[in-house]
C-alpha cells in the first residue's frame, strides 16, 4: 500500500495545527512549569488523534500520549506521532520543542513532519530539499543524557559537543546546517525519531541506527536504541566512530 501526496499535505498541515495550539497554549499563562506540559501533550494529543481517526479511519496508531494498540501491528499504514516532543522544554518556554507526525508503510517511514512552532517553521516531505550548508562542526547530543559514542564523533570531526532538547529540534537543526550531527544511544521510542527521520532522509541526509542499520518502524516493542543523522559527507567517518566507541 503506497502514500499519497495528500498524506505528505496531511501530515504537514496537522503537525502545524497542533503546534500552533500549543503555542495559544502557552501564550495564555493559565498554567506553567510540568503542568503546562502536561496539559500541552494531553491537548495536542487529542487533536492530532481525533484528527487522524476522522481523517484516516482505516489506518494504525501509535501515539506517546496513548496505549499502544495491538490492532497496528496488522496494518500496513500506521501514523507514529509525538504530540508534543521537548515537554520539559515546552515547559521551560524554550523554543527547541516539536511536534511530530510521521506514517510509516511495512515499517519503512515514508511521510513525515516536524513542526517547530516557536521558530515558525514546518519542515515535512511535501516540501523537499538539500538543506543549508553547514556553518559548523558541531554534534548535538541529548541535553540530558550526551552518549558516549557522540564523544567520539565529535573527536573524528574535529567538532564540539552541544546539547539540545527535542529530538525534533535537533535533526531539523542538521537539516538547516546549524550542525554536522545528531547522534543518540541510551533509548528513545517510535515517536520520538520517525518523524525527524524521515524528512531528514527525504531532504539527503543520512538516516541510520548507529551501527549503520535501516530504521524500521510499528514494531512490537516501540522502544529504539539509538539514532545518526548526520551530512551525507560525513556519514562514514560518523559510522567508524561510533563502531569504535
Not at 521558530?119 to 540530558?144: D, F, I, K, M
Request: proline share 6%; net charge negative; with cysteine.
Amino acid at each position: 500500500m503506497s502514500v499519497t501526496d495528500d498524506d505528505h499535505r496531511l501530515a504537514a498541515r496537522l503537525a502545524e495545527a497542533a503546534g500552533d495550539l500549543l503555542m495559544k497554549l502557552r501564550e495564555t499563562e493559565i498554567v506553567e512549569g510540568k503542568p503546562l506540559g502536561a496539559l500541552g501533550d494531553a491537548v495536542s494529543n487529542a487533536f492530532l488523534v481525533g484528527a487522524l481517526k476522522t481523517l484516516r479511519p482505516d489506518d494504525g496508531l501509535l501515539s506517546e500520549e496513548e496505549a499502544a494498540d495491538p490492532a497496528r501491528l496488522a496494518k500496513s499504514r500506521v501514523w507514529i506521532i509525538d504530540p508534543l516532543d521537548g515537554t520539559r522544554e515546552y515547559s521551560e518556554g524554550r523554543p527547541d520543542w516539536a511536534v511530530h507526525v510521521a506514517l510509516a508503510v511495512d515499517g519503512a517511514p515514508l511521510v513525515g513532519a516536524v513542526a517547530m512552532p516557536s521558530l515558525g517553521e514546518v519542515y515535512s516531505t511535501a516540501a523537499l530539499g538539500s538543506g543549508g550548508p553547514c556553518a559548523n562542526r558541531h554534534v548535538l547530543v541529548s541535553r540530558s543524557r550526551p552518549p558516549a559514542e557522540a564523544e567520539a564523533v565529535a573527536a573524528a570531526l574535529g567538532g564540539s559537543l552541544q546539547g539540545m532538547g527535542s529530538a525534533g529540534a535537533k535533526a531539523m537543526a542538521v537539516l538547516r546546517g546549524e550542525a554536522l550531527a545528531y547522534v543518540h544511544s541510551g533509548g528513545q521510542y517510535e515517536w520520538d525519531s520517525c518523524a525527524p527521520a524521515c524528512v531528514a532522509a527525504a531532504h539527503g541526509l543520512h538516516v541510520s541506527r548507529l551501527d549503520g542499520a535501516p530504521l524500521r518502524y510499528n514494531q512490537s516493542d516501540p522502544y529504539m536504541p539509538d539514532l545518526i543523522i548526520c551530512r551525507p559527507d560525513v556519514a562514514e567517518d560518523v559510522l567508524k566512530a561510533c563502531a569504535g566507541a
